[in-house]
Antibody
């Protein structure tokens, strides 16, 4: 079935780095834009980044630009989020989410497939 | 502070109809499609409404979305205990060149 599965979360010290992964299955991964969305404990949803289907176009929220890097490997049906210079404000559950298909070079903020999330804790 | 404004809470009794509002501006709701998500406790969000008022396959017609100007609303009819969840609106913001979410509304079924 159509599925996204995140991994790589854990405990990291402030200033540290972490790399999250998102494994896709059940659909043609290379056709879709994919997002990273995060949710701090007890808080709402925050868009973090999205990457185009071919990986050439990547956008970031202001809160993470310059510290986080999104990439993908379509041959391995995988998405990645490299997070550097982490702070307490980055502590959250991170979800990867597939954007609705609207064309080969089209981004939709509607997200129809979500992973179960991976939790990042930033603490000394 | 979220770009889109939702009431933090809403409630209704089983069988009732409830609506959840989402307010924005001309750069987001006023010029782009609106999406609604439901997040049950401890689970990932699920797409409820896309394109302002379209339901993905499998979403019952108890859920309906509407948009007018810079505001939108989600209506849930025939409220059920399992509808108790957090509901989020989302859209694209032209000024920010990014997707934006509402702060979420916690729906309680009394």
């Amino acid at each position: 079935q159509v599925q996204l599965v995140e991994s790589g979360g854990g405990l990291v010290r402030p200033g540290g780095s972490l790399r999250l992964s998102c494994a896709a299955s059940g659909f043609t991964f290379s056709d879709y834009y994919i997002n990273w969305i995060r949710q701090a404990p007890g808080r709402g949803l925050e868009w973090v980044s999205y990457i185009s289907s071919n990986g050439y176009t990547i956008y970031y929220a202001d809160s993470v630009r310059g510290r986080f890097t999104t990439s993908r490997d379509n041959a391995k049906n995988s998405l990645f989020l490299q997070m550097n210079s982490l702070t307490a404000e980055d502590a959250a559950t991170y979800y990867c989410a597939r954007s609705l298909y609207c064309g080969s070079d089209c981004y939709s903020p509607g997200m129809d497939v979500w992973g179960t999330g991976t939790t990042v804790t930033v603490s000394s | 502070q979220s770009v889109l404004t939702q009431p933090p809470s809403a409630s209704g009794t089983a069988g009732q109809r409830v609506t959840i509002s989402c307010s924005g501006s001309s750069s987001n709701i006023g010029s782009n499609n609106l999406y609604w998500y439901r997040q049950l406790p401890g689970t990932a969000p699920k797409l409820l409404i896309f394109g302002n008022n379209q339901r993905p396959s499998g979403v019952p017609d108890r859920f309906s979305g509407s948009k007018s100007g810079t505001s939108a609303s989600l209506a849930i009819s025939g409220l059920r205990p399992e509808d108790e969840a957090d509901y989020y609106c989302a859209t694209w913001d032209d000024s920010r060149s990014s997707p934006v979410f509402g702060g979420g509304t916690k729906l309680t079924v009394l």
